[in-house]
């Protein structure tokens, strides 16, 4: 049963909402899909769920709440997930106004068609669910779930053609959003990813068979070799250790997230073909030449900004130093804390190094400022220790927009940054400097030696920029207003 | 009830085998004992027990197995701990050689006596345990644990002085070996250190009330100002917002255990003075004096081989890279996992930054090497992604000896250390070279600038040197066989 | 979680599959439908749900597997189904072959219509279902459990009719076999049952407000005044105090299920104008009339033989007495018993009342045999206890045919009495006589004085006479064979 | 992990504290061990718990909460408690003035002794444990438990004997109250009587082996032979398929608790050579005879005043039926109801029999009356559903003295016989007329054709009679008033 959960922490974070992974032609393949969810796990926290499937057994299913490790490593759960051929997913928990997540919205979603069953995994957003959903109700579609991923399968369930891969064509065509889909029928294992590519999906070599993961460290968990990206627009089918390869979509741009870059993906993952730890360590480098400033000590919070503080400390030539220390073992679940408890919020999981910090001039380097409460218990923290000066430096542009494609971010009016200029940030936060790295030099740091080309961007940097490359048809119907053009 | 554990995992490392916090004058004791626990949750993570007093509702107690923040932050289980005066204990597993923990191995251990009720929290080892409990069994004791630290409850029942610290003095004179304990009666917070003062126990003020703490990472947490160390061979009785100081014992030199300093304590307490960090920063200086070498990247083995790995970086001018990324949803507890995720051992934990070290020299600075397997294995990791070389360099001098003073560690013959010299490891962990730090540098880091005095040491490092500073008894009566005096 | 469920002990007996009930225009509705349910445990133990409507809230649901009130009776549980209006089912585990349920078997089943929602429980068996599941799917309905209940939501998802009454209507009349079904929508509570009335289905008043319950003792636990019931072919809509009639199938004459009195329902309930407890006693009585014997006792089998038992001692003048003891906390759930404990059976439930027993003649009174084996381990148990002669009278006729109705029947090939003659049986079994009521001494127990109207029979005795009320369509497509018509 | 019970339901009975259990000379002997408590359940239904012996695996223990069934019946519990030699204990939980049971507080007791170690199980009550542990803690013992039988285990810890039955005698003799014990060492079962033989205690032969029982029920489940009772004063030694007998306390005369007649014991079990059904059975003679009124029925209130009813009914030719059904999917714990479902009470275990009741003129025969609050909501059930005329007849004396021998009894002022009258009571519980057995024809029914002897009386009956025959030392203690003997 589902744990009442409560998070008296604010994280204070963009959430990436899943993750998802897939392998063929392997002995026990769930418990492959099970190590490559292990490795996603910072995809999605929440829930997790694995279908296998296996010629005598048939399809099976195991949905659970709670992290991967603590459901899919028991011998008995894995016993019920026979089969060469399985596919898994993990989710993050959307904040409390959606409504609390039942087991019946952790994926993958499973539906029996005439000609046989399929099963599918999203990764993503799709932008016009809204509208399919209430198109599919009035012709009798019956949802088991509040997740707009269940559009797809039901749009293949009353597709009209022969198979599976045609039916998730037929559907996919008529979704709108980012999407990055694993499926499966009792014999292939098919990947699919939106015609931007907004979201990841990489395919690898194991042993006789190939799995799909969205980023590169789930093949590494298992041994398996990189083969190549799933292309945006692209949809591979892979069947009897064949792989084929097609292009259901009109072709487009890519348009690839760059927060994947910035906070998402795992430094260890490779998008694109860059490695994310070197990314991250380049914005240092460029956030040191955009803002310099002469101080003690650069420390990150961890650990997210830790490959950017090192860069930042190897271009300034400043002392780089564990300044802020983890505890390890802070989870996210708490039942029923108490008032105490709840209260204590960032020191849970937080603790200055006081004898390192005291009369230093510090700075602080951060992945991102969403609300900026954590900004500011970190700086009160920073100060109680007894640091000279705090300067923040942040690895990504001010967060000024919501993301509907795929990441759990908050109403617009929360965002510090859409409602505040740098220096009011800085005076809000109460430090002695704030600077975030400049679009242009994001770009840069990811690959564009160019930065941002403003008619025609490399990447999805809607957060940033507002400028949104899919129309969120749905949140539009519900009023959700649009940068003007002009702007 | 208790999972049924297992470690699957070569964890490798010594292990402290408990932290242990105590408050007394503030409300909701409880709740402070429970966050000092969480703060000291790398002291032992597999049981926690927490004893309060209430005037009205007398002595409560709760003890579960598994983290602090599952089992003691709960509304519910907290309700149940009433009072303005509480202790509590972590308590780390020991391995299967030993049998099973039982709920009631879990401390604190109560004790009603003729005056009243008294509970207590150990940390340390008693070395002359099991002929105290033979003797005790003899005359009538009934013992309830396998627990060598309920050998002080009993003695302290059977002492005839009047006032529970007045027994536990009697108690504590009897036994020998390494302790730090905590312990409370209706209106009394008390805290003793062994005469060697090997465990530390630091003191702190919150409010109108004060706080034990095995480290001072236990204060920072409930915002407790730290007051100072409890002294080697000192009694603190704190009961009224008074603080009572004596000295039961004979007086000796102190011999703090040079262990915390590399690996126990967490890096943001503050020891004898020494911030953790700092001096493990330095250990990594003065290991890139002693042993250079040319590379082109100096990573640590996280997470503990961080701050040495930084302290390299920095001395030798050779580039600081996250090479290797830790898994941050590991836990360790699986509960009968299958083969194959049994088998993953560190892969599950660990993984190699593949974009950043193929084809780099790379410098690995690890904390400590126990049976040398883990390192291996990472060595065979950075391997596969393709580095041209790889040099272990290693913060502390050779593991040869176990320690009998409240540290897990492994039989003498599965020590590596024990059984080969410094190029057998090489050879055996397979790497290009391999370093240890000298006893003297860290000697020198922990702040010692002349180094050991090998007369009359500063520290107890019978794990590097063999020389116990007390004899243990009970493993010289089962055969265990001390290095001679001559060496 | 659901519990690893087995049965190690053969119940041998026939199983009612499910009960119904519902409640609208009472505070706390669920809280009702939980004590209605309770009341209705014992015609389906494995799970139960609940289903409710608040204006404010919506629907919520809770389906647990376990006993009603292991699960519904908890203030958190009950908080999270508020409204004045809920629907609530409890359901039998249906034997291996089937497969495990999952808890997406277990109903109410909700569906989310153009119009708004429903949810619907039902109590009853389709014998179309597998028929009207292969259209549905090929027409695009994703069905979400195993259970042939589903295809009513999905045709009412289909219908075109504006309310959701009309789509029952519309979806019931698409389907074949036994059902009382139970459903809500925001405002309404509905009740239908089908043309032959296989099932009970009864109607109470409970303050300002109404009740269905599947008998009438789920009305009593609630202090509800029994109304009338629902009619064989009825379907009632409560909508603001107001019950609205109608008939939506053709007529046909009534055929309740006779096996209802035997031994499904509750001896405290009344089904169509008749105490089940005095229809119970009454065979007793004939059976003493059909079926004498010289004997010392009457005892029955616990405790489903003791109204039979208690009539059959006062028709022949034989003291009754309780010669066979059944412990009382004996419940159905053993998580992998050991060997041991398997072995026991029958054991674990009864025991023989040895000191009563011992060198007398008994009559052991039992409601039905079914596969014989739970008669043959009683018959061992009263023999050791030094029984001289043991006698089996049974208050059914002998069970022959499988059940397609809403009861869990074993395969016809192991009925005892599709096998063997009442002799065989008594041989098989092992006792000194062994005799059946006659089908007509049934029917005049249960009101019919001139017996069984063998052209227009009044009941369903499909069980004892093979003849089928309804074609069983889907069975007949699998390979059943009917009892030919010329018999 | 212990439920949090709560017991809204105001069981109104004496309960009996406590089941013994234990067996010698079979494999795996924790099987049959549970499944002795599983048969002597009723006696206790809070906790259980079972300890073992194995030459190679030492003495191994479990003890939970809850049913025996949901406990020890599984393998992975089972495989824990391996060897040919097993005690067990199941108990009460007593009511919360008493505080709540720790699972520290569950027997069975163990102890290390200096000559190896013990397991006792103790059913009955210290009348001196107050004292007794007074005076060992100040001799330097530390109790784990809040048990009076703890006292048992640490006065054989002082004992200077060097065998454990020795060390047993010497505890037993400092002892007062009432006692059946079983304990074991490595290689001996034991059984002990206290002198009055208060409590029961059978002897069994099960294949090679013997077992102990708190009752014959017990021996009947694993299909032991009954060899004999543990005389009253006497202990018996199992070792090596040899009983050893001895009487270790000064001769005294018999008292044994005819409340095991009334009530506590399984109407299966033979104690003192007679059946507990036919004594029961004979007291519904007695009461005909001494409490005749004219009726329509005689209804038992179920399931204990059963045999008491059919009793009364062949004596007095008025007809036995049913007329109050028993929920059978009832159990007593209910973790945190709602305010709705506390409410409900007697209702969610009995239903009236409505059809049956209607009109007529009810004789309800019930096993005892303690506060009396049971009887009066029956009584409202009854007359609700339109009895004519209700008469209770009881099948004890009035309850009029608390039990100290271990029983959990209600404080004497919360006795209604103790305030009230025969006719106050009447009409306080709202009947036609209310009559309970005389103590002479308690006597009589029970084997003692002369009545009760006033001198000597054969039986303990200090509940009715207020003639304790060893004297409550704690209690009086604690200002307890015993009848003045001039009464």
């Avoid at 009442?4 to 922490?9: E, G, M, R, Y």
Wanted: with cysteine.
């Amino acid at each position: 049963m589902r744990p009442f959960l409560s998070h008296p922490f604010d994280d204070d974070k963009l959430k990436e909402e899943c993750g998802v992974f897939g392998v063929i032609g392997v002995a026990d393949a769930a418990n492959f899909v099970a190590l490559g969810l292990h490795a996603l796990q910072h995809r999605g926290q929440e829930a997790a769920g694995i279908v296998s499937h296996h010629p005598e057994h048939g399809f099976n299913s195991a949905r659970r709440f709670g992290y991967v490790r603590d459901n899919f490593t028991n011998q008995k759960v894995m016993d019920t997930l026979p089969g060469e051929l399985a596919i898994g997913h993990v989710r993050y928990s959307t904040a409390g106004s959606k409504g609390a997540t039942a087991i019946r919205d952790v994926q993958p979603f499973f539906g029996e068609f005439s000609m046989g069953g399929a099963a599918i995994a999203h990764n993503g957003n799709l932008t016009n669910a809204a509208q399919l959903r209430k198109e599919l109700i009035e012709r009798g579609s019956i949802f088991q779930s509040s997740s707009d991923s269940e559009c797809i399968i039901h749009l293949m369930a009353r597709s009209i053609q022969r198979t599976v891969p045609e039916r998730m064509k037929d559907a996919l065509r008529r979704v709108e959003g980012a999407f990055s889909v694993i499926a499966m029928t009792r014999t292939k294992l098919i990947g699919v990813r939106d015609p931007l590519g907004v979201r990841p999906l990489v395919l690898g070599r194991v042993g006789e068979g190939y799995a799909l993961s969205s980023e590169t460290c789930g093949l590494d968990i298992i041994g398996a070799d990189f083969v190549r990206e799933v292309e945006p627009g692209e949809m591979v089918v892979i069947e009897d250790g064949e792989i084929t390869s097609s292009r259901p979509f009109a072709p487009a741009t890519s348009r690839f997230c760059i927060f994947e870059h910035v906070y998402f993906s795992r430094p260890d993952s490779i998008l694109g073909g860059r490695s994310v730890y070197e990314t991250r360590r380049q914005i240092g480098v460029e956030l040191a030449r955009e803002a310099p400033v002469e101080a003690d000590l650069v420390c990150p919070v961890p650990d997210s900004g830790t490959p950017a503080a090192i860069g930042y400390s190897q271009e300034s030539g400043i002392p780089y130093a564990m300044g802020i220390i983890r505890n390890q073992y802070m989870g996210r679940t708490f039942i029923e804390p108490t008032e105490q408890i709840r209260n204590m919020g960032v020191r849970l999981k937080l603790n200055v190094n006081r004898g390192l910090i005291k009369g230093k001039r510090i700075i602080l380097v951060d992945d991102s400022v969403v609300r900026g409460t954590t900004s500011r218990k970190i700086k009160d923290m920073i100060l109680d220790a007894g640091a000279a000066e705090v300067h923040f430096r942040i690895a990504s542009p001010p967060t000024a927009w919501p993301c509907f494609y795929g990441v759990d971010t908050p109403e617009r009016s929360k965002l510090l940054a859409a409602n505040m200029s740098e220096e009011e940030m800085r005076d809000w936060i109460g430090v002695d400097s704030l600077r975030f790295i400049s679009l242009d030099g994001l770009y840069r740091a990811a690959g564009e030696p160019e930065g941002r080309d403003p008619r025609r961007p490399q990447y999805c940097d809607a957060c940033f920029s507002g400028e949104y490359p899919v129309a969120p048809s749905d949140k539009l119907a519900e009023g959700f207003e649009m940068k003007e053009a002009a702007e």
